[in-house]
């Protein structure tokens, strides 16, 4: 039957969960092929099913539009609302919306049962956990559903930059829950020392812009890996590196803030910085590039620009690009005449019984012969080469996942890398006893693997809650080392 658009209502429920969009096209497709599929209202004429068809009729100026009646007998009509909507693709709005609705409608219902009526739990029956359900009832991600929950309680235009695209769910999160363990610090820091000296080891828990606290050419070797940008787009602090509007501020400041050790490095020492690139309105900015070419300004020396090839990098959040795999690795030195201590591979006919420093698992549980290297006099092989991947048996890494930062009780750290990546550069240009330094210490990564490699450490990290992570880390790498010059002796 036809009935006057004019009539015809939304329903109030029905504009507080879903958005109206796309218009345009549903209009153009209904005056091409027709109004494929009828309205569905109630005897109020309330709109179950097709507010969007409503809405592309109205835009085509017709006045009457074809309807079936739903009698819904004592049906709960928001509810049938959802259901009419569930096949409908939703942005995040729409299912948060959805879910919340849901959510506090089954409390209710399970809130009103006498004891009787409440199911008996038992040893191998699960209580029932209302927001597992309700998502799996609409067919949506706990962990998603969670996530945004938490977005939309601190910041809900967030939801919006979601759903156009402009930031994934966890990356939103991530940023978010960072800015609230900031303002938590704020609290801590006024508690904390400025440093903490273990002996072999010292932290200084502030900026490395300056490093003041470092005497000139004090440093043998420098690794780090200071924030990208735009990876921490919603912080609270503007001058943080990384919170800069555009690349070009970011490439400066960085340049600068890097530039810092210069001063304190050795003559013969080296500095070895990691950082990845960002993409801006679809465009890859180059970042890593021009923040080296702008330190070759500055005086310093580029001798590689290592690959690094990651063997679980994050699937793109974007259907038109490939999925980045690696990252750069940049060696800068001061002179040419630095410090260098080269690694060779052994080739298939090398004989190095005796004189190995790593070895590879292979996929058969077995080591392979070419993850080994040599720094000890190895005359025959070659020499290690600047793609360190899979094939060349030399440092093809998984991104370091969180279980590491858990065994020595800290939180989780938004960008760890693996201790693959680090030894090499320790072992190339640095010997025992030698200190090495990152300005953006972290969770230690650098300091662990350079205490287990007999070096002294000094690192700068201005987030107090990887202080524990860091000494206990630092602490085990201390007494690995001490055991293992125990067990040389012996």
């Given at each position: 039957?036809?009935?006057?658009?004019?009539?015809?209502?939304?329903?109030?429920?029905?504009?507080?969960?879903?958005?109206?969009?796309?218009?345009?096209?549903?209009?153009?497709?209904?005056?091409?092929?027709?109004?494929?599929?009828?309205?569905?209202?109630?005897?109020?004429?309330?709109?179950?099913?097709?507010?969007?068809?409503?809405?592309?009729?109205?835009?085509?100026?017709?006045?009457?539009?074809?309807?079936?009646?739903?009698?819904?007998?004592?049906?709960?009509?928001k509810q049938t609302i959802i259901a009419f909507n569930k096949q409908r693709e939703k942005t995040n709005r729409e299912k948060l919306n959805e879910a919340r609705y849901m959510k506090a409608l089954w409390r209710r219902k399970r809130g009103?049962?006498?004891?009787?009526?409440?199911?008996?739990?038992?040893?191998?029956?699960?209580?029932?956990?209302?927001?597992?359900?309700?998502?799996?009832e609409l067919g949506y991600s706990t962990g998603n559903f969670v996530k945004l929950e938490y977005i939309d309680s601190q910041r809900p235009d967030l939801i919006d930059e979601i759903d156009k695209g402009n930031i994934s769910i966890n990356q939103a999160h991530k940023a978010?829950?960072?800015?609230?363990?900031?303002?938590?610090?704020?609290?801590?820091?006024?508690?904390?020392?400025?440093?903490?000296?273990?002996?072999?080891?010292?932290?200084?828990?502030?900026?490395?812009?300056?490093?003041?606290?470092?005497?000139?050419?004090?440093?043998?070797?420098?690794?780090?890996?200071?924030?990208?940008?735009?990876?921490?787009?919603?912080?609270?602090?503007k001058n943080e590196l990384g919170s800069e509007k555009t690349s070009e501020e970011f490439v400066q400041r960085m340049a600068?803030?890097?530039?810092?050790?210069?001063?304190v490095l050795k003559s013969e020492g080296s500095f070895f910085l990691n950082l990845g690139d960002t993409y801006h309105d679809k465009c890859l900015q180059s970042i890593p590039h021009r923040?080296?070419?702008?330190?070759?300004?500055?005086?310093?020396?580029?001798?590689?620009?290592?690959?690094w090839k990651k063997k679980n990098s994050l699937p793109s959040t974007v259907k038109d690009n490939l999925t980045p795999s690696y990252e750069f690795i940049f060696h800068l030195v001061k002179?040419?005449?630095?410090?260098?201590?080269?690694?060779?591979?052994?080739?298939?006919?090398?004989?190095?019984?005796?004189?190995?420093?790593?070895?590879?698992?292979?996929?058969?549980?077995?080591?392979?012969?070419?993850?080994?290297?040599?720094?000890?006099?190895?005359?025959?092989?070659?020499?290690?080469?600047?793609?360190?991947?899979?094939d060349e048996d030399v440092v093809t890494t998984a991104t370091a996942n969180q279980s590491i930062l858990k065994e020595y009780g800290g939180r989780d750290h938004p960008a760890p890398f693996p201790s693959e990546i680090v030894k090499r550069p320790i072992l190339q240009t640095s010997k025992p006893g030698d200190i090495v330094l990152d300005p953006f210490s972290g969770t230690a990564t650098v300091g662990s693997v350079a205490m287990q490699l007999g070096r002294r450490y000094v690192g700068y990290e201005l987030n107090p809650n990887y202080n524990e992570v860091q000494?206990?880390?630092l602490d085990a790498a201390i007494e690995k080392y001490n055991k293992s010059e125990l067990e040389k002796a012996a």
């Open positions: 039957m036809k009935v006057e658009v004019s009539k015809l209502k939304i329903h109030p429920f029905h504009k507080r969960l879903y958005i109206i969009n796309e218009i345009d096209a549903l209009a153009n497709s209904i005056q091409e092929n027709g109004l494929l599929q009828r309205l569905i209202i109630d005897e109020n004429q309330y709109i179950i099913s097709g507010v969007r068809r409503l809405y592309a009729v109205k835009k085509l100026g017709w006045d009457k539009v074809e309807v079936e009646i739903m009698n819904l007998n004592g049906k709960d009509e009103r049962k006498s004891e009787a009526e409440k199911p008996q739990i038992t040893e191998n029956v699960k209580p029932a956990n209302t927001r597992n359900d309700v998502c799996e978010l829950k960072k800015i609230e363990e900031e303002k938590n610090n704020v609290q801590i820091q006024t508690t904390l020392p400025t440093t903490i000296n273990g002996g072999s080891y010292t932290i200084y828990n502030k900026s490395s812009n300056n490093l003041s606290n470092l005497k000139d050419k004090s440093i043998q070797t420098i690794f780090t890996s200071p924030p990208y940008w735009n990876k921490r787009t919603y912080s609270d602090d600068t803030h890097l530039h810092a050790c210069h001063r923040v080296v070419i702008e330190l070759v300004k500055k005086g310093w020396i580029l001798r590689n620009t290592i690959i002179t040419s005449s630095y410090y260098y201590n080269p690694i060779l591979v052994p080739t298939k006919t090398t004989n190095s019984t005796g004189v190995t420093i790593f070895s590879r698992k292979c996929r058969n549980g077995g080591l392979s012969d070419y993850g080994k290297v040599n720094i000890n006099g190895l005359k025959e092989g070659k020499t290690l080469e600047d793609y360190w991947s899979e000494t206990r880390r």
